[in-house]
């Protein structure tokens, strides 16, 4: 089994940073494909970062692109979300994801992803 727990959502204004992380343990691999992705209200979860597999590919949604920086320390097992220039639009519950199996083609695709964190919320409001 795999357990995903997230933490570091928060409340902030737009134009602030935020960072926020996911600590894997359990039936971890340092080749699992890794990911964020965000719920807000009445929406369907989306993609918002991964990393592909052990190979340091890392892949973003359009909407995140250039503030939002996925990375992942393998000596922590710990995935990190490092979002500046945030705006109202990014408020969401933000959940980690991790999978072994996981194809190139099914990185923003949440039903490919067997494990999942209980998600942090990030509020961006003036």
């Known amino acids: 089994q795999v357990q995903l727990v997230e933490s570091g959502g928060g409340l902030v204004r737009p134009g602030d940073s935020l960072t926020i992380s996911c600590v894997r343990s359990?039936?971890?691999?340092?080749?699992?494909?890794t990911a964020w992705f965000r719920q807000a209200p009445g929406k369907e979860r989306e993609f918002v970062a991964g990393?592909?597999?052990?190979?340091?590919?890392?892949y973003y949604d359009d909407s995140v692109k250039g503030r939002f920086t996925i990375s992942r320390d393998n000596a922590k097992n710990t995935l990190y979300l490092q979002m500046t220039n945030l705006k109202p639009d990014d408020t969401a519950v933000y959940y980690c994801?991790?999978?072994?199996?996981?194809?190139?083609?099914?990185?923003?695709?949440?039903?490919?992803?067997?494990?999942w964190g209980q998600g942090t919320q990030v509020t961006v409001s003036s």
């Open positions: 359990g039936r971890t691999s340092q080749s699992d494909t």
């Open positions: 990393i592909f597999r052990n190979y340091g590919r890392t």
């Open positions: 994801a991790t999978d072994s199996r996981i194809i190139l083609s099914q990185v923003r695709i949440a039903s490919s992803y067997d494990y």
